[in-house]
């Protein structure tokens, strides 16, 4: 009788293995894996995640009007002294540039959001081991600046936000896909190896006289996101429109469905800028930690 049961219980794995095999063998569809993989991410209470970015910069002039008044806002709180550390701001300039950034993110619903910038080629150096907060559960017309040499935290107007605290959820990752979609149809282009990982590599295509457009964001179904930074999740989505890709490429983890790269493509094909999300982690923060 036992072995009976071993032999049955060995058969039963077996067979368990084989549909968990096929289950992933069947993640065809393209749409499909974008859905299964929001439905989990969207069910999630809080997650964590490392963002790199690394590519090629033309036109630097919006940094750079996004990030002048960093100097005069911390010489008024901070002193001059410390201040001279934020005159090194990026500037615009008429060749290419490569930029990098390295932030460590974090989500808790309702919405609280937290970054801290661990390294970037877009802000001043005095920006650097800064945290950025979000509590729109105690207030969401501000967020919370404190610089790594401070025990003292700047509150700011969240419409004074200049980097990318309230865009780097899967919320914005996700609304963009949705807006894309709109316009091409995503494609499977197969199994791609990013970041160590076996990835699910869907990529929306363009030309030259098909570039991506930019499209409003429904926030009936996107209604979780404070009215009050509304404003930069719909920037970001528009700013997409005409943008000159030849390709834009979702990465997901075949074990997870998470979200783990972005890809894009210039109109010559070439690699133009890559987005990594890694050491990702869920439902193991709380309200404590923002």
């Known amino acids: 009788m036992l072995r009976k049961i071993t032999r049955s219980a060995m058969v039963l794995l077996v067979l368990c293995a084989i549909a968990g095999a096929a289950r992933a063998a069947d993640l065809k569809d393209p749409n499909q894996i ?30 750079q009007n996004r990030t002048k008044n960093v100097a005069g806002e911390v010489a008024d709180k901070y002193g001059n002294k410390l ?21 460590k993110y974090r989500f ?40 790594k040499y401070s025990l003292v935290s700047i509150k700011r107007g969240i419409e004074t ?6 865009q780097s959820t899967m919320d914005m990752e996700f609304i963009e896909i949705e807006g894309l979609s ?7 282009k197969g199994v791609k190896n990013f970041d160590g990982k076996d ?23 996107w209604n979780s996101i404070p009215k ?27 074990k997870t469905l998470w ?11 070439k690699l133009k800028y890559t987005k990594w999300f890694r050491n990702i982690t869920e439902n193991d923060l709380k309200e404590g930690d923002f």
């Open 182 to 188: 709109k316009d091409a149809k995503p494609v499977l």
């Open 34 to 63: 974008i859905k299964k993989s929001w439905e989990h991410i969207s069910s999630l209470n809080s997650y964590s995640y490392d963002i790199w970015g690394e590519g090629w910069e033309k036109d630097l002039s919006d940094i």
């Open 228 to 254: 009050e930074i509304r404003f930069a999740i719909t920037k970001q989505a528009m700013d997409i429109d005409g943008k000159e890709v030849t390709s834009l490429h979702y990465l997901f983890d075949k």
């Open 83 to 103: 201040a001279s550390n934020a005159k090194d701001a990026p500037k615009s300039s008429a060749k290419p540039k490569k930029m990098g950034y390295h932030v």
């Open 259 to 269: 979200l783990v790269g972005t890809e894009e493509y210039d109109m010559d094909g």
């Open 108 to 147: 808790m619903k309702p919405y609280l959001l937290q970054m801290v910038v661990t390294q970037s080629d877009y802000v001043p150096k005095i920006i650097y081991g800064s945290v950025m907060t979000y509590r729109p559960d105690k207030d969401a017309t501000i967020f919370f600046f404190k610089p």
């Open 199 to 221: 990835c699910y590599d869907i990529a929306f295509d363009y030309t030259a006289k098909k570039l991506p457009k930019g499209h409003a964001v429904d926030y009936k179904k």
């Open 161 to 166: 936000e200049s980097g990318t605290l309230l």
